[in-house]
């Protein structure tokens, strides 16, 4: 028998319909013997989280006001899913804790944790699993640094003891014990170490998608799924915004070589996508996917003989770094270099960076693009075929777009455009239907 760790989202433990579905999923398959589940989710579009009415509790407290009504709306939102189970999974003496520790002024992280705490108790008792709480076992450091290699041995350890279990996500305790939290979609990191610590043969991240689709289906009407995609090229894609996973949930699992695969869990009869290292993966297609965003600013710099001159480039990253601003890409030519800048760095400061740029670095011109938008075409296929570039230039220029840059990446994985932002649906539409539809 081997292990799968499954870990279900959100909206996979919503309510106790949810909570049912999900049930049914984890018996199908015996190896499912790891459960890693988040708080609950919306059960419809104008519903909160479970994690946002802890954060909004959490804001009364510190702001004085009344907090007892939005407290007692969370309380029944948990015991309304234990009765409609028919359990008894202590939900109501984990909120006698919860205002105990209220009294004495608990912590957000602590409040904030309480979701994936209970929502892992009703789990487990509906499961008839063993409840694991991964305060003690998921470490940081005293200045809030997840430690990797203490959390996998005190967790491998903890797990061996226990056939099947269920542990809450997104939290885990300092030094001290008081308890600490990854970012929002932290359920994926604790899912990922979990599946780590027990050498599962696979980390299914359960959501409500079925895997990554090649491009945005509010810009292209129903994109093809992705089957199976290496780490590598998630990555490139992920950096562009196209993702269902946490991005820290990559590292753990692609270190000790187990395979993700993205599930739906209102469609279990999906395969989803598969994750897996970048030498399993074979190539079945040119591209993998596509994924961009908008508003973007780019700065071009021109000076003659700018290549002879040592340290421009690191003079002019300086400056940036003087502003606190990121760079996304830096194209080059002989004399002309362009950083290519997200906009939310750059509000209130992009006249004070120029005035900077042209007095320091003295370039012969200093110009700004605004109102751009980045485009990757992704996909390890690309390098071993040839005219891939120029097929996706004419496409776009068929398209009557105009390339305002271009980046490829030395592994030849992918190829990153800049486009006006007015442009940016059209090119998307552009390369898919070039390379997935025509194909």
Known sequence: MGVKVAKFGGTSVADAIQVRKTGEIIRADQDRRIVVVSAPGKRFDTDNKVTDLLYLLKTHIEQNAPYEQVLQTIRDRFLGVERELGLNAGVTEEFLEIEARLSRGASADYIASRGEHISAKIMAAYLGYDFVDAAGLVQFSAKGKFLTEETNAALSAALTEHERAVLPGFYGTLPDGEIKTFSRGGSDITGAIAARAVKADVYENWTDVSGFLMADPRIVENPKSIGIISYEELRELAYMGASVLHENAIY????????????NTNKPEDKGTLIVADEQKQDNGIITGIAGNRDFTVVAIYKN???????????VLSILEDYDVS????PSGIDTVSMVIADRYLEGKLDDIIDDIERKTQA?????????????TVGSGMAARKGVSAKLFTALADADVNIRMIDQGSSEMNIIIGVENKDFEKAIRAIYNTFVIEQ
């Open 252 to 263: 753990p699992v692609r270190m000790a070589g187990i395979p993700i695969n993205i599930r």
């Open 305 to 315: 003989m700018m290549s002879a001159e040592p340290g421009f480039i690191k003079r």
């Open 327 to 330: 760079i996304e890409h830096i």
């Open 364 to 376: 012969d011109s200093v110009e700004v693009f605004e109102k751009m938008s980045l485009i990757a």
